[in-house]
């Protein structure tokens, strides 16, 4: 087997390497907003109001994080975070300024996109919705 067919063969390994690595990352967002941790929200370090858009972001960013982490319904609940991070470019970013890198906006199209891709090609071999399928 040559070595391009062999790094073909764990594509779906590499994908499920990425949904679990920016899941990770993308859930750190979230516990900034609801607990502080790593570190507040700037630039006061404080932490969302629970009930707010900022609070409700918070919450999909954590749980859906999750169950993205783990691999657990990751179509639909990739799909729904695609959508909250284009309402948050849109919302937060975009109006500022149309370069990413002078509005802020890099992070939240990069997991749109990330988000959208997994929703199409779903979790990959190491997650729960592997089992959930299987059965």
Not at 17 to 43: D, E, N, S, W, Y
Not at 67 to 85: C, D, I, K, Q, Y
Request: aromatic fraction near 16%; include cysteine; proline fraction near 6%.
């Amino acid at each position: 087997m040559s070595i391009t067919n062999r790094w073909i063969a764990i594509a779906p390994h590499v994908r499920s390497l990425l949904r679990i690595v920016a899941a990770f990352m993308f859930m750190q967002a979230g516990t900034m907003k609801l607990f502080a941790f790593p570190m507040g929200m700037p630039p006061h370090g404080a932490t969302a109001q629970l009930f707010t858009e900022i609070g409700l972001a918070g919450i999909l960013e954590v749980f859906g994080g999750a169950l993205l982490l783990l691999g657990w319904f990751t179509r639909p609940v990739a799909f729904f975070l695609s959508g909250e991070m284009a309402v948050a470019y849109f919302q937060a970013h975009a109006p500022h300024n149309f370069w990413t890198i002078i509005n802020g906006g890099q992070p939240a199209v990069l997991y749109c996109f990330i988000w959208l891709y997994l929703s199409c090609a779903g979790a990959g071999p190491w997650s729960l919705d592997r089992f959930r399928h299987a059965a």
